[in-house]
């Protein structure tokens, strides 16, 4: 059964600073590109950031560029999210996704919420 377990998440102030974490299971992690996928409180899912198979080529919404690193080891089959400068507007519920163009199907992590707040 694939797994995405997210972990890091938590309480911080506007301006410091979380990485997050995603590992993923039971797939061919190095065949895939991962994103992060937030949910604000009463919003629809933003996407953050996409990283693909080979670290070769990222992206990231305009609302997070120059803040934000994604990066992975594929060794470990572990994705990242460097979030720096954190603003209040960040608090959501970030999860990890991955789409499995073979099965069509998309995969979600359980989420880990990030709070921003002094």
């Known amino acids: 059964e694939v797994q995405l377990v997210e972990s890091g998440g938590g309480l911080v102030q506007p301006g410091g600073s979380l990485r997050l974490s995603c590992a993923a299971s039971a797939f061919t992690f190095t065949n895939y590109a991962m994103n992060w996928v937030r949910q604000a409180p009463g919003k629809g899912l933003e996407w953050v950031s996409s990283?693909?198979?080979?670290?070769?080529?990222?992206s990231y919404a305009a609302s997070v560029k120059g803040r934000f690193t994604i990066s992975r080891d594929n060794a470990k089959n572990t994705v990242y999210l460097q979030m720096n400068s954190l603003k209040p507007e960040d608090t959501a519920l970030y999860y990890c996704?991955?789409?499995?163009?073979?099965?069509?199907?998309?995969?979600w992590g359980q989420g880990t919420q990030i709070t921003v707040s002094s």
């Open positions: 996704h991955y789409f499995d163009y073979r099965r069509a199907y998309h995969y």
């Open positions: 990283i693909n198979s080979g670290s070769t080529a990222t």
